[in-house]
């Protein structure tokens, strides 16, 4: 099992920044790829960015792209989510994912461990 714990939300101002975090514990050498999808009211889960554990290899949705930044230090079990210039838009609740399969993928099913999420407002 892995066990994943969101950090860094909070409430800003359009045109901020914000930096998410994901400590992941238990079982993380089975983790191949991470990453954070976010969910907004009234929304289905909607993928973010994702990373690849060897390779670095990373996607990212056409809304955040030029925005947002994931990064990963597989030392410490920790990957990030760097986002600037937020628009009212990014309100959600932020979800980090992993899965212990090859491939960075942006199908929240795909993903067999995920965190509790934690909110991002983003006022106008």
């Known amino acids: 099992q892995v066990q994943l714990v969101e950090s860094g939300g909070g409430l800003v101002q359009a045109g901020a920044s914000l930096r998410l975090s994901c400590a992941a514990s238990g079982r993380t050498s089975s983790v191949y790829s991470m990453g954070w999808f976010r969910q907004a009211p009234g929304k289905e889960r909607e993928f973010v960015a994702a990373?690849?554990?060897?390779?670095?290899?990373?996607l990212y949705a056409d809304s955040v792209k030029a925005r947002f930044t994931i990064s990963r230090d597989n030392a410490k079990n920790m990957v990030y989510l760097q986002m600037n210039s937020l628009k009212p838009e990014d309100t959600a609740v932020y979800y980090c994912?992993?899965?212990?399969?090859?491939?960075?993928?942006?199908?929240?099913?795909?993903?067999?461990?995920w965190g509790q999420g934690t909110q991002v407002t983003v006022s106008s």
């Open positions: 994912a992993a899965r212990d399969t090859v491939g960075a993928v942006s199908t929240a099913s795909r993903y067999g461990y």
């Open positions: 990373t690849t554990r060897i390779g670095g290899i990373e």
